[in-house]
Every structure is written in structure tokens, then in C-alpha cells.
């Protein structure tokens, strides 16, 4: 093992000194002065890197269709992936907000705004703090609006920012320095999340991480007591490490107190925090990658040939609608060895998230039954239902975290098999719990509880979706089925 990381790494190494000293092409030269330290502008920046502008201008195309299995977001086929008919439980799980309206698969860095304005409006709701994550100008409008513009309604928020960059996402600006010309990070809220983790001065390698961890990361909008947007988002990081983000420290913050509380679940009625994107922290909690010293820039960046010069390709996207080129910089296996593995691991996640998710949505709607039992006045054991109600937390955040993470797995498989195996635990003696609640109160729920996924899917929000029975992900081991029968999931 350690040999073959020496070997990877030293061929890596050669690899980059192939690439950046004596072949052709060469890479690009570097220019500088021209470049204003507060040009937010890629076109001002494409004058002086007019390659690197072409390149981050290509995460408008969509991509070949076909080469991956779970992430399809928007290929020339140009279908958008609706991540609630991908996963139907979720469109219970998420009923009370935005996210259970319109959810789609992600698309390229061009879109990042663009999609803000085109979905439904209920996920925008928070105002200007939603574009903490899309729009370079943020950290200046923070710094020079605060509350005003953090709380107002989105596309006023967006009316603030300067008209050109209105719906510019992740630009040259959020990465670069550029005088000179170096790698960076530039949101205020990963600068006070690394603080937390006790990260000061990252390594130029750690920086090919970091970029992306500006918004691939798990995020909070903060509240007051009454739920209103009470300042700009900020990290669950608290007693968490570098290379150790673990989901148990971001449940322990996420439930410290209301200001994580971010929305009502309908079928519950509890007010819940919830979990974005977490890339980052999935990838450097100790995978194989991570602790080999491989960057996101490596798999998601890779040198590519630009006319006479070699840049690193910033048309960013899935390494299987790029042929899996960044991995053959380390990996001398084929392609559809590569490909196969990558199978291997998203088939085994999306199996044990089908599991997870569907234990926690039985979950929720036992929980809906006993409230009722309670509203029509009969005794619950408090003890017992508050013990119940953590498991189902638990069971829940940990089903979102690996859910909402982008790789179906395949970022660190071990650990997502290892959360979502917790997540189907607690929803196991959260169910038990809740059984021996409503059987106190003199009620069966039956064998299979009755989840009633169509009534949560179709007619959705203003533009009216519904489920897409084609998009469903299957179990691919057919296990699925033992568990909860067609009848019951209610589609
Ligand atoms: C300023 C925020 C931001 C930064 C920085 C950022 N991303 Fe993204 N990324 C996004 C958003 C938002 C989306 C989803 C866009 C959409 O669906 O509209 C996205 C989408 C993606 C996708 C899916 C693209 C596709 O074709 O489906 C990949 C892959 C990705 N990002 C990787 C990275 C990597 C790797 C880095 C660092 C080199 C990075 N991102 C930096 C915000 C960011
Ligand atoms: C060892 C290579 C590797 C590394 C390192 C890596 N990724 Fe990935 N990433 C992948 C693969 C493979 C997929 C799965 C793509 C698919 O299923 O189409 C993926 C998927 C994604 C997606 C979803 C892509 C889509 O089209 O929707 C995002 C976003 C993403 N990665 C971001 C990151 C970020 C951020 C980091 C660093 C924290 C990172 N990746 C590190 C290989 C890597
Ligand atoms: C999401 C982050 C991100 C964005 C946005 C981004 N870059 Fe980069 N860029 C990188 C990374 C990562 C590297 C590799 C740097 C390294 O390894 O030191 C890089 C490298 C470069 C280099 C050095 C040469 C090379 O190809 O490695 C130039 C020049 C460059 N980028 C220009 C731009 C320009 C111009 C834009 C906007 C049109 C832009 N970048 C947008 C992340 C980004
Ligand atoms: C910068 C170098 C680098 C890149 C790029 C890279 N890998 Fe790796 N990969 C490694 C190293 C180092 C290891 C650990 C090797 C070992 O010890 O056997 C590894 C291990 C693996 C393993 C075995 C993991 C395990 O859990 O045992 C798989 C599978 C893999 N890589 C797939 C990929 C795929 C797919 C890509 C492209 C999306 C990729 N790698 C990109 C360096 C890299």
C-alpha cells in the first residue's frame, strides 16, 4: 500500500515535471499587473487568460450523455434531473420547504446563479444570504449592506449587485489572486470555518481543495427565534479538525441550538437544521484519496491541451463525462477498470441510501401518527418519545449528509457506507420506539406503514412538477423490495 502511494506519487511527480518543464505544449504564460485586485469581471480577466476564460466559459455546454450512472444533472440530452423522483422519499422527508419543491441534479459552474433564478422561488427564500455560495461580490456586499442585504428578498438582493455580474457564479476572482498570479480562497466563510478547524496558512496542494471547499461544504443560515435569517451563513465545524469533519461533530453543532434551525418538516411538524453539499468534508475525513495528498483540483481539474499551450481545464465537471483523464495522471489502470470501480462503490451507496432514506421516511410518518394519537388526547411516555425523536435526528442528518453529497459515494466509500449504516441503525430503534408508543396508545400501524410518496411529489410549487417515474433510482441489488412493498411507498 504505502509503496504503491510512493510509486503513484512519484510517478505523479515525473508526471508534473513532464508536464511543466520540457515538453510541448507548454503551459500558458503568466502576465501580470493587469488585473485590478477587485476585478470580479472573468471577462476582464479572460484579456490577460484568454485559454483559462474559454475553458471556464465551457461549463455552459452540457456534457455527453450516458457516461455516468448517478450524476446526470444536464447532458446533451439536456433532460434536468429531478433529485426528488431520483429519490422519492425525500420528497416527504422534505415537505415544509424549499427543497422539497424543485431539486435538481447539479449542472456546470455557468449555471450556478442562473439556477437560482430559474428555480422555485421558495428556495430562495432566506434573500441575499443565498448567494453566499453563487456570487463573487458577496463578501463586499456583507461587508458594506450587512443585515440589509443578507435578509432581502432575493432578486432584490440580486438587483444589488452590479448589473454586468448579476448572474455570474464561481469566477476567477473567488480562486485567484492575480497580482501575482497564485491560487486562493476568498469567501469570509470558510476564512472563520478553517479557524475553527485550527487551519492557518493551507499548503499550495491543500489550496487545490480549499478552492472548491468554498462552496462545497455543508452550510448554515443562521436564525433568530422566530426563524428569520438572522446573518450570513456560517460552517458546523465547531471541535471538528482538519481532516476530521466528522458527521457526529456536525450533528453535535447543527443541534446546539435554534440558530441552526432552519425550517418546519410538514409531515413531523419539527423544526429541523439541515445539511448542503458537504464535498469537502465527506473527501477529507480520512479517504484513500485525501490522505494520499490528492486534490479535488486532480480529479475535477486535470491538465488538458489548449491549442499550443497546456492549461488546467477549468471546465469543471463529473471525471466520467471527461473520460476519466485526471485519473490516468496517477492510475495506470484502464479506463473501464476505473469506470467499474466507481460503479462498484455508487451502486453500493445508492442501495444503502434507498434503505436509510426509506427507514427514516417511516420514520416520520409514525411520527405523524402519534401526533395524532396525542392531539386525540391519549398518554405518550415523554421519555420515550424524546428518546425517539433523537434517533430520528440522527437517523435523518445522517441520511442528508451522504444524499446530499455529489459523488454517491465515491469520494470516501467507506465512510458513507459506514454513516448511512448508523443512519438505517437509528431509524431502526426509532421505529421500535415509536411502535411501542402507538401500541400503548392502543394502535397498529401494521406491518408496512403506509408513506404516501405520491401525495409529496406531484404538483409541486408554481411550476407544478411531478414525479417522474422514469428518474427513480433503483436498487441495484434488488433488496430494496424486501423491505417496503410498491403499496406502501404509495407512488
Ligand atoms: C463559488 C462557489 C463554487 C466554487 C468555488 C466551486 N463550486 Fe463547484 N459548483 C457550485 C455550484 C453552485 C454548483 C451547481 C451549479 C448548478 O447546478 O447550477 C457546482 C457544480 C459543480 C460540479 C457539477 C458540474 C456538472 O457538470 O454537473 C462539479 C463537478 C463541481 N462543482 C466541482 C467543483 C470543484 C472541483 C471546485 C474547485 C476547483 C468547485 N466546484 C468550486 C459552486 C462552486
Ligand atoms: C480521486 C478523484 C476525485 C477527487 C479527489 C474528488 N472527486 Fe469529486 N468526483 C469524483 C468522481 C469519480 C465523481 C462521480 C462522478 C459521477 O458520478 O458522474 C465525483 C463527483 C463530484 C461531484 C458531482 C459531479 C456531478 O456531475 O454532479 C462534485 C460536485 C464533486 N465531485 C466535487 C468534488 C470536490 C469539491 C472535491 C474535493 C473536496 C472532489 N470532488 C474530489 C472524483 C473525485
Ligand atoms: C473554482 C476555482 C477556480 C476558478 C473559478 C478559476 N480557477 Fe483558475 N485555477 C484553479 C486551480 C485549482 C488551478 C490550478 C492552480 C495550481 O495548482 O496552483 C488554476 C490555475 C489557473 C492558472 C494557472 C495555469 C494553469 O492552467 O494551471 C490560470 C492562469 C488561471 N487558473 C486562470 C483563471 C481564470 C482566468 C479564471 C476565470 C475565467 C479562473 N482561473 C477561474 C481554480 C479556479
Ligand atoms: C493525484 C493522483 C491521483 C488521481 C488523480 C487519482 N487517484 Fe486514485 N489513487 C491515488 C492513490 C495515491 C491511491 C492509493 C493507492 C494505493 O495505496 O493503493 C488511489 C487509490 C484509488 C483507488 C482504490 C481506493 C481504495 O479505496 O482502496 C481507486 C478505486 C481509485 N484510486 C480510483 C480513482 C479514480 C476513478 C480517479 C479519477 C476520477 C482517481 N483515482 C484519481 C492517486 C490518484
Known amino acids: 500500500m504505502v509503496r504503491k502511494t510512493l510509486i503513484l506519487s512519484t510517478s505523479l511527480f515525473v508526471l508534473l515535471l513532464f508536464l511543466g518543464g520540457c515538453s510541448d505544449p507548454k503551459p500558458e504564460p503568466f502576465k501580470t499587473g493587469e488585473i485590478g485586485p477587485k476585478e470580479y469581471d472573468p471577462e476582464v480577466w479572460g484579456q490577460t487568460y484568454p485559454l483559462h476564460y474559454e475553458s471556464w466559459l465551457k461549463t455552459q455546454d452540457p456534457k455527453p450523455a450516458g457516461k455516468s450512472r448517478y450524476k446526470k444533472g444536464w447532458d446533451d440530452d439536456k433532460i434536468v434531473y429531478d433529485k426528488l423522483s431520483e429519490f422519492p422519499f425525500l420528497g416527504l422527508l422534505y415537505n415544509g420547504w424549499g427543497f422539497g419543491i424543485e431539486y435538481n441534479e447539479p449542472r456546470g459552474h455557468f449555471y450556478a446563479l442562473v439556477d437560482q433564478l430559474e428555480i422555485d422561488p421558495k428556495r430562495v427564500a432566506p434573500g441575499g444570504a443565498c448567494l453566499g455560495c453563487k456570487t463573487p461580490v458577496h463578501r463586499e456586499m456583507v461587508e458594506t449592506h450587512g443585515l440589509d442585504y443578507l435578509k432581502k428578498p432575493f432578486l432584490e438582493a440580486v438587483a444589488m449587485l452590479p448589473e454586468k455580474l448579476q448572474k455570474l457564479g464561481p469566477a476567477c476572482y473567488d480562486c485567484h489572486q492575480a497580482n501575482p498570479m497564485t491560487l486562493t480562497t ?41 426563524m ?114 466507481i460503479h462498484h462503490t455508487q451502486d453500493r451507496t445508492a442501495s444503502l441510501i434507498l ?137
Open 355 to 491: 434503505r436509510a432514506g426509506y427507514s427514516t421516511a417511516t420514520c416520520a410518518k409514525l411520527f405523524e401518527a402519534l401526533h395524532n394519537v396525542k392531539a386525540n388526547g391519549a398518554g405518550v411516555d415523554s421519555k420515550i418519545y424524546d428518546q425517539a425523536k433523537d434517533f430520528y435526528m440522527q437517523a435523518f442528518l445522517r441520511l442528508v449528509f451522504i444524499n446530499a453529497e455529489n459523488s454517491t459515494g465515491f469520494h470516501n466509500p467507506a465512510e458513507a457506507g459506514r454513516i448511512l449504516g448508523d443512519s438505517i441503525a437509528f431509524a431502526g430503534k426509532c421505529e421500535a420506539l415509536q411502535r411501542q408508543l402507538l401500541a400503548g396508545a392502543g394502535l397498529d400501524p401494521g406491518l408496512e406503514v403506509a408513506l404516501e410518496a405520491g401525495k409529496y411529489l406531484n404538483n409541486r410549487g408554481k411550476k407544478g412538477l411531478n414525479f417522474k417515474p422514469e428518474q427513480e433510482v433503483k436498487d441495484p441489488f434488488g433488496t430494496q423490495g424486501q423491505f417496503l412493498s410498491d403499496t406502501a411507498k404509495g407512488l
Open 186 to 226: 476568498k469567501k469570509a466563510h470558510l476564512e472563520k470555518g478553517l479557524a475553527m478547524i485550527g487551519k492557518t496558512e493551507p499548503s499550495r496542494q491543500e489550496l487545490r481543495s480549499l478552492a472548491c471547499a468554498q462552496c462545497h461544504i455543508t452550510y448554515v443560515v443562521p436564525r433568530d427565534e422566530s
Open 228 to 341: 428569520k435569517v438572522a446573518g450570513d451563513i456560517t460552517l458546523p465545524w465547531k471541535n471538528a479538525k482538519w481532516g476530521d469533519i466528522s458527521i457526529e461533530r456536525i450533528i453535535e453543532d447543527l443541534l446546539s441550538d435554534y440558530s441552526r434551525q432552519e425550517w418546519t418538516q410538514k409531515v413531523t411538524g419539527f423544526k429541523m437544521p439541515f445539511i448542503r453539499h458537504p464535498e469537502f468534508e465527506v473527501f477529507s475525513k480520512g479517504s484513500v484519496h485525501f490522505n494520499a495528498g490528492v486534490a479535488c483540483a486532480d480529479c475535477h481539474m486535470p491538465f488538458t491541451r489548449s491549442g499550443a499551450y497546456k492549461i488546467s481545464d477549468h471546465d469543471v465537471t463529473s471525471p466520467l463525462k471527461a473520460d476519466l483523464r485526471a485519473c490516468a495522471q496517477c492510475h495506470t489502470q484502464s479506463k473501464e477498470w476505473l469506470t467499474e470501480r
